[in-house]
């Protein structure tokens, strides 16, 4: 009974920048963490990074550790993810996530349909 509506995605060179948020609504305050995921084509969705809601504590892929970095405005309820020195490899449709009791590759509470991030070279 969470709705997660993710925006921001687009075309961008290779080494550019580019942010996405993700709007949470419904039970909101069931939430525990919130994060996202992304799928390439011909490739298993993929954990990327997440936050909890109320320390702030962040957990990060090793792929994009130093580049992206996720953060959250608690009252809009929402979250964000800067996406810096992007690389071809990054290409993929990128999902939040929310669950109510873990951060990390097995939240798996609400989803978002999904915006597609694509990176030229």
């Known amino acids: 009974q969470v709705q997660l509506v993710e925006s921001g995605g687009g075309l961008v060179q290779a080494g550019g920048s580019l942010r996405l948020s993700c709007a949470a609504s419904g039970r909101t305050f069931s939430i525990y963490g919130m994060g996202w995921f992304r799928q390439a084509p011909g490739k298993e969705r993929e954990f990327v990074a997440a936050?909890?809601?109320?320390?702030?504590?962040?957990l990060y892929a090793d792929s994009v550790k130093g580049r992206f970095a996720i953060s959250r405005d608690n009252a809009k309820n929402t979250v964000y993810l800067q996406l810096n020195s992007l690389k071809p490899e990054d290409t993929a449709v990128y999902y939040c996530?929310?669950?109510?009791?873990?951060?990390?590759?097995?939240?798996?509470?609400?989803w978002g349909q999904g915006t597609q991030v694509t990176v030229s070279s």
């Open positions: 936050i909890t809601r109320t320390i702030g504590r962040t």
């Open positions: 996530a929310a669950d109510s009791s873990t951060i990390g590759p097995k939240m798996d509470g609400s």
